[in-house]
Each structure stands twice: as structure tokens, then as C-alpha cells.
């Protein structure tokens, strides 16, 4: 009976977001003021409905209700109870129902936070917002229905969840990510809004930049996650493989960190309006664009769900309707955006010139990998390829290095024109510094490799640049100081620091990682980076849905022990699937990863040992860019909208304008 | 107005010069990193390129997985559902769905006794998911075997 309820919620679901496309429209064409305020009580029906849907579903999983068809593929009643309910999201349908929640709470959201914006604005972009909810919860219910029953022949038990998902990293993964992808559907309304509504001014900009703000710093805690799950959950100890699925989320990303700066230089300058706006509709296309790589099946990816091409013709017809439909409007208001706005060359805004390019050339070939092999089986008439990694590293990094730079020299940049002598003041020094820095970091790890010095040089150099930049701005009266700074300065700082620490982390990972796979037996010793480790056997143990093979790995240091790890390989029980589960020693400066591979007789079995150094600052520079994020959007200018809007009933947009 | 005229240029030529060495450079690089795919009747019939990074695919045959004792070393047999299959080596740790009977990806390179060189082996991510490629090799067989 619940799943019944919760298929029918879903649909009526559909019904709100048929309306909230509709109603609020009219009453935009016919100056209806009820219509025009209809939006607010059809976006939290839909949110309502939405939700009571998926909770139906959880309580399908936590019941162990096998006569659902999605229950019995992915769960099973041994299940641990929190993995039943991160089942939920687990495999296609599900996960997407997810992501009808996250539409349904971002449109909710909107509704909710948007008072400063003027009724037909808000109309225009919560109609938006429902069309786009059309789409998603028509795919659900016509291609991945999760309520269907299998009546009345079902199975007694359910086949389980992929172990590969019985993980922590599942249960918050996909939903933080999906926040993202999907909050990109945000600036998207409010940019096609403005469209139509020929309300073209820098407004919008001001509007959209907080939302644009969180859903970036969601995608970039959930890539940062998704990359870390990656590393100890599927045991080759990579973060990062270049596979379509990681691309998928990663151009997104790219884009909407392009976004993020030029929506500032359009609101503080008004310049660049017409490539914000183009923007904005890419950023979310890309989004798109990245479920129907991951839904299709189209391309060969260790991620990919289960094959279904129907699910991708719907896909791609609601890619060509989007997409088309935006790029059409945008084509017939492009003309009317025309401004002349000036400005020097050495101004920030040629500096977020600078980043917007380089980040659109870095997706483009992100793109061109990722859908290449497409492409080529296309024409080459069914030619089957694969786009290496090494591509990727190739193309990619040294499209990275001079935006690095750039963000070095742009910390003392200022709207309209800087003077050198700002620019570059100190410049030597901060070098010399940055130099030292590096010099000090290749004694102390034994190399001269060239990447590994010119990154870090690079690194330390935007670090001392930061600094210097913080340091000039606080003054002299340091607690004063600090607390004139604006959040938006905090978070552009925290972000761009962020980005220092995950490049350090990322070239010290990739040049100075030490990994072997071995054979080894009991008492057998391997010695790597200063480390002894010693295989101290195996034994047999059982977990609520697996029994397991750990073993016993002693990591000394000089004699010192440092660590017993026990890396495990698991054979669940219900899915009779095996899984490596890696070990780690972890510390700030390096992991010790170990993943047992298999046995090979006489108690041998073979090992894989790694020593990581800075691999924990790959992520922590993640989590440092999304709080760098986060922070900006506590932001006094957003924050006193409401103020302004009690004191002036109706506010004029333009007042926006000249209030900030 | 003449030094905006004069950015403006300087801006052109920057584009078009940065395109232009970003356009070269990444059809190099695409083009020395594209692995091509072939199946065991393609391997067997000597198309596939000798030394060259490739990858080739199809089913583990059952009972040829071998591992001399105290080495990582394993050697083992892709085939299709007909004749068609080759030798494979490899040395290191196999994927956990790694398995006799089920679909695998190799990459490496073939060697001049036409024995293929891995230096990685993929296997299918979950029950339900077959590499697109071997799914391929798997059903043309199948249509193939028909009368």
C-alpha cells in the first residue's frame, strides 16, 4: 500500500510542476496577481509530494518489501539498516528520485529565499525551474518507475547492494553531489528568466551569485568526496582516473568555477553580461550533459548504471529541448546586451577574462576526451577506442599551470585598471621567497624533478601572494582588521588557498608516491620510503553479510611501530561478489595504503603496498575551496536584502543596482 | 580610442595564437593516446597492430587462468563464444571481478609471439554491466552461430 502512495505522490508531484510551469506564466502575460503569486505554494506541493514519495521508498527498503522490483535488485533483509536506506539512491531509478528531491528542494529554496526579487521576476524563474522538473519527473515515471512490483511471483530475498556502495562514502556522496549538479539549475532560471523578461541589466547577476555560490561549493565537496571514496573504496588507491563519469561531474565544475567569477565581474562591473548569461545556461547544460553520459550506457565507464537505451533517447530529447531552446533564446536577446563597459588590461576583470577563457578551453578538452570515443565509433564506423588518461594529464595540466599564475597575480588586482606598480610590487621578493620555499621542499624529499619544482613554486607562490594580499588589507591593527573583511573576501581567499593545497598535494602524490605490488608471506619484510612492513598472516572473520579474509600488516618506522593495519577481502554472502577493502595509516603529511590481492598459495598472498605523501591535501584542499564557497554567500550585501525590502514594499530592481 | 583599437588587436592575436597551439596540442595528444579496441578474432587474424598500445577484450576461458607459484605473474586465455582467443600476461593484482567465464577489458600491448603484454586487466563493475565492447563481441558471435 505505501509503495502505491508513494507512485502516486510522485505523480502528483508532476501535476505541482506542471502548474508551477504554467500558472505563474499567466500571470505573468495577464498581470494576474494571484497567478503571479502562485509560485511559492506550488514549489513547496512539489517539494511535499516529492518528498513523501521518497520516504515511501525508504520505507519500502527498511521494510524489506521484496515485491518492489528496485527493493529486490538492490537490497537484501541482511543488510545493515543505514546501507537499506542508502540503497535508496544506490542504483538508477532510485538515485534518480534523489535527484527529483533536490530539484523539488532547490525550487522550494528559491521560493522560500528570493523576497528581495519583484513578483514577475520570481514568477518568470520559478516557471522555469517547474519546466525543468517536468522533464525529470516524466523521465522518472515513464523510463525508471522505482515503485514497480514485481506481483505476485516476487523473490523471498533481495539480491543485495553492490558492496562496492556498502560504504559511508555512498551514503553521502551522490546526494552532496547531486545538490550540485542540480543547484546549477538555479543561476540557469535566473538567467532564462532574464531573458525573457528582456530584463537584461546586471540585476540578475546580483541575484543569482549566492545560489551559483552554494551549488558550486556542493559540486566541489562532492567531486572531493567522490575522489576520496574512490581512493580507499576501490582498492588500486587512484583519486582521480579520467573516467567519463568523474569528467562528467568535473566540467560541470569547471564551468560553474568560470561562473562564479564572471557573475562577479558582471555584478560589481557590468561587464561581460552576455557570456555570464551564456554561462550560466552552459554550466547547467553540462550538468545535463553529465547524466546522460552516466544514464545512457553510451560510454564505457566503470560507474555507468545498467544499460537502457530508451532512458537515453529521453535523455537526449530533453538535452536537445534545453539546450536548444536556452541557446535559441539566448541567440534572439544576445543583441540587446551590448555595454560598454571599459576596461585596462591589467584589471581584475581581465584577469577573470583570463580564468573564463582558460576554464572554457580546459572543459572543451575535458569534452573532446571524454566524448571522443563517440565521436570516432560514429564515423570510423563502429571502431571501438579508448582515451587514455595520459591524455587528460597532457592537456590538462598545462592549461592549469598559467591559471595558477594568474591567481598568483591577480590577488592584488583591482576593477578597472591596477598599475604595475601595484601589480608587480614586491613581485621579487615574493619569488625569491616562493623559491626558497621550493628549494627547502626538494632537499627535503630528495628530488629535482622539474614538475615537482615548478608546481610547487607556483604553489608557494600564489600562498605568499595570499598572505601579502591578507596582510596589506588587515593593516597594522590585526583583530580590527581581520573583521573589516567582508566574507566575500574570506572565501575568495580560503578558496584560492585551497587550490594552492590541492595542487601540492596532487604533483607530491603523483611524483613521489612509492607503490609495489608483492608477494608475501607470513613474516615476509618489504622496505619502502624509510618504512618496514611486515605481512603477519591472515585470518578468517565474518561481518552481518560478508565473511572476510583480513589480514595483518605491521608498518614500523626505524623499529618504531607505527601502525597494525588489517585490509580485508570480503565475499558477500548474498551476491556472492568479492571486494577488496583497503587499510590505511593516515597522517597529514602521508598515507601508508594497503590492499590485499589475492592468495596464491601456501599462505602467500599478493600485496599492494603504497606510500602517499600529501594525498590528504588533494581533499583538504577541496573542503578549503567549498567552505571558501560557502563563506561568501554570509555575505552582508545578500544578507540585507530583506531590510531594504520592509522599508520599500515594492522594490524597484533597479534600486538593486545602485544599493550595492 | 587608439590604444583601445590597439588592445583590441593585441587581444585578437593572443586568441588566436593560444587556440591555435591548444588545438595542436590536443589533437596530438588525442591522437597518440587513443586505444584501440580489437576482439580475439581480430587478434587472431593478425590485425591488431604489434608494440602499439591497444585494447582487446572478451571472455576469460575457463580453466586457463594460470599463476606460477611465487610470482605475480598470471597468465590466461581471451576468447569468444566460437574459436577465436589469444594468450594474455600479466603481472600484478587482478581486479576483484576478475573471474573464469566473465568479460574483461586488457590493455597493453601485443607481442611479437602474439602473446598479449597487459599492464592492466578490467573487469565488468557489477553483475548487470558488461564492457560495451565485449557485449559487442559477445552478441555478434551469437548472431553469427545462427543458421
Known amino acids: 500500500m505505501i509503495i502505491e502512495l508513494g507512485h502516486f505522490a510522485i505523480i502528483l508531484a508532476l501535476a505541482m510542476s506542471c502548474c508551477l510551469a504554467v500558472l505563474p506564466t499567466l500571470g505573468v502575460y495577464l498581470q494576474n496577481p494571484v497567478l503571479l503569486r502562485s509560485g511559492g505554494s506550488l514549489a513547496a506541493g512539489m517539494f511535499v509530494f516529492t518528498l513523501v514519495s521518497f520516504i515511501c521508498l525508504t520505507l519500502g527498503f527498511v521494510n524489506d518489501d521484496f515485491s518492489i522490483a528496485y527493493v529486490a535488485r538492490n537490497s537484501n533483509d541482511a543488510l545493515p539498516v543505514y546501507y537499506k536506506i542508502s540503497a535508496v539512491w544506490g542504483a538508477h531509478e532510485g538515485s534518480f528520485l534523489l535527484w527529483c528531491l533536490v530539484m523539488s528542494s532547490w525550487t522550494l529554496a528559491v521560493s522560500q529565499f528570493s523576497q528581495q526579487l519583484n513578483d514577475d521576476m520570481r514568477a518568470r524563474v520559478l516557471a522555469v525551474l517547474g519546466s525543468l522538473s517536468i522533464g525529470f519527473f516524466l523521465f522518472l515515471i515513464f523510463t525508471s518507475n522505482p515503485f514497480e512490483r514485481t506481483l505476485p511471483f516476487f523473490p523471498a530475498q533481495g539480491a543485495d547492494l553492490n558492496p562496492l556502495l556498502q560504504d559511508f562514502g555512498l551514503i553521502v556522496h551522490p546526494p552532496l553531489l547531486y545538490v550540485g549538479y542540480v543547484g546549477l539549475s538555479v543561476p540557469f532560471a535566473f538567467a532564462i528568466a532574464s531573458l525573457t523578461s528582456g530584463q537584461l541589466d546586471a540585476a540578475w547577476a546580483r541575484w543569482s551569485r549566492p545560489w551559483t555560490n552554494i551549488a558550486w561549493a556542493f559540486l566541489t565537496v562532492g567531486i572531493t568526496l567522490g575522489s576520496w571514496w574512490a581512493y580507499y573504496e576501490l582498492g588500486w588507491g587512484g583519486w582521480w582516473f579520467w573516467d567519463a563519469v568523474e569528467n562528467a561531474s568535473f566540467m560541470p565544475w569547471l564551468l560553474a568555477t568560470a561562473l562564479v567569477h564572471s557573475l562577479a565581474a558582471t555584478e560589481k562591473r557590468g561587464v561581460f553580461r552576455s557570456w555570464t548569461v551564456l554561462l550560466a545556461i552552459s554550466a547547467f547544460s553540462f550538468s545535463l550533459l553529465g547524466a546522460f553520459l552516466v544514464r545512457s550506457g553510451v560510454l564505457t565507464s566503470v560507474h555507468a548504471f545498467a544499460v537502457d537505451p530508451e532512458r537515453g533517447v529521453f535523455i537526449l530529447y530533453y538535452l536537445v529541448i534545453v539546450i536548444g531552446g536556452s541557446l535559441l533564446l539566448y541567440g534572439l536577446r544576445v543583441g540587446e546586451m551590448r555595454v560598454s563597459v571599459g576596461f585596462g588590461w591589467k584589471s581584475r576583470e581581465s584577469f577573470i577574462l583570463a580564468n573564463n577563457l582558460i576554464l572554457t578551453v580546459a572543459v572543451v578538452t575535458v569534452l573532446l576526451g571524454t566524448i571522443y570515443p563517440l565521436m570516432y565509433e560514429w564515423f570510423m564506423s563502429g571502431q571501438k577506442i579508448s582515451v587514455g588518461p595520459p591524455y587528460f594529464n597532457i592537456v590538462f595540466v598545462p592549461l592549469m599551470l598559467p591559471l595558477m599564475a594568474l591567481m598568483a597575480l591577480s590577488s592584488f588586482s583591482r576593477w578597472r585598471k591596477t598599475a604595475f606598480r601595484v601589480l608587480l610590487r614586491d613581485q621579487p621578493l615574493r619569488l625569491l621567497i616562493s623559491l626558497g620555499m621550493t628549494i627547502f621542499c626538494c632537499l627535503l624529499a630528495s628530488t629535482w624533478n622539474l614538475w615537482f619544482l615548478f608546481v610547487s613554486l607556483l604553489c608557494f607562490w600564489l600562498i605568499v601572494n595570499l598572505l601579502a594580499d591578507a596582510r596589506y588589507r588587515v593593516g597594522s591593527h590585526w583583530l580590527a582588521g581581520l573583521l573589516k573583511q567582508t566574507p566575500s573576501y574570506y572565501g575568495m581567499w580560503m578558496a584560492h588557498i585551497g587550490i594552492a593545497l590541492s595542487a601540492l598535494g596532487i604533483v607530491t602524490t603523483v611524483i613521489l608516491s612509492e607503490e609495489i605490488d608483492v608477494l608475501m608471506a607470513p613474516g615476509d619484510q618489504q622496505q619502502m620510503s624509510g618504512y618496514e612492513i611486515t605481512f603477519r598472516g591472515v585470518t578468517r572473520v565474518k561481518g552481518p553479510n560478508y565473511s572476510a579474509d583480513r589480514g595483518a600488516i605491521e608498518i614500523r618506522r626505524q623499529g618504531e611501530l607505527v601502525e597494525m593495519l588489517y585490509p580485508e577481502k570480503r565475499l558477500y554472502v548474498p551476491s556472492q561478489n568479492v571486494m577488496t577493502e583497503a587499510d590505511i595509516s593516515v597522517n597529514l603529511w602521508r598515507d601508508v595504503y594497503v590492499a590485499l590481492g589475492e592468495s596464491i598459495g601456501n599462505q602467500a598472498w599478493s600485496v599492494r603496498v603504497h606510500i602517499k605523501p600529501l594525498v590528504r591535501w588533494i581533499w583538504l584542499g577541496g573542503v578549503l575551496i567549498a567552505l571558501g564557497g560557502f563563506t561568501t554567500v554570509l555575505d552582508r550585501r545578500y544578507r540585507n536584502r530583506k531590510v531594504i525590502r520592509a522599508r520599500q514594499p515594492e522594490p524597484d530592481p533597479a534600486l538593486h543596482l545602485s544599493a550595492g | ?147
Open chain 2, 1 to 147: 580610442m587608439k590604444t583601445h583599437r590597439r588592445n583590441q588587436l593585441l587581444l585578437v592575436l593572443v586568441l588566436i595564437v593560444g587556440a591555435g597551439s591548444t588545438l595542436a596540442l590536443v589533437l596530438q595528444a588525442l591522437n597518440e593516446n587513443i586505444n584501440l579496441f580489437y576482439s580475439p578474432a581480430q587478434v587472431m587474424a593478425g590485425e591488431a597492430p604489434i608494440n602499439k598500445r591497444i585494447r582487446a577484450g572478451g571472455m576469460v576461458l575457463m580453466d586457463s587462468v594460470q599463476r606460477p607459484d611465487n610470482s605475480l605473474r598470471v597468465k590466461f586465455l581471451i576468447g569468444d563464444l566460437k574459436s577465436a582467443q589469444f594468450p594474455v600476461v600479466f603481472e600484478g593484482i587482478l581486479p576483484d571481478l576478475f573471474r573464469e567465464g566473465q568479460g574483461v577489458v586488457a590493455e597493453g600491448r601485443l607481442d611479437q609471439a602474439g602473446v598479449f603484454v597487459a599492464d592492466e586487466v578490467l573487469a565488468k563493475h557489477d553483475e548487470n554491466y558488461m564492457p560495451p565492447e565485449v557485449a559487442q563481441v559477445m552478441a555478434s558471435d551469437k548472431v553469427s552461430n545462427l543458421p
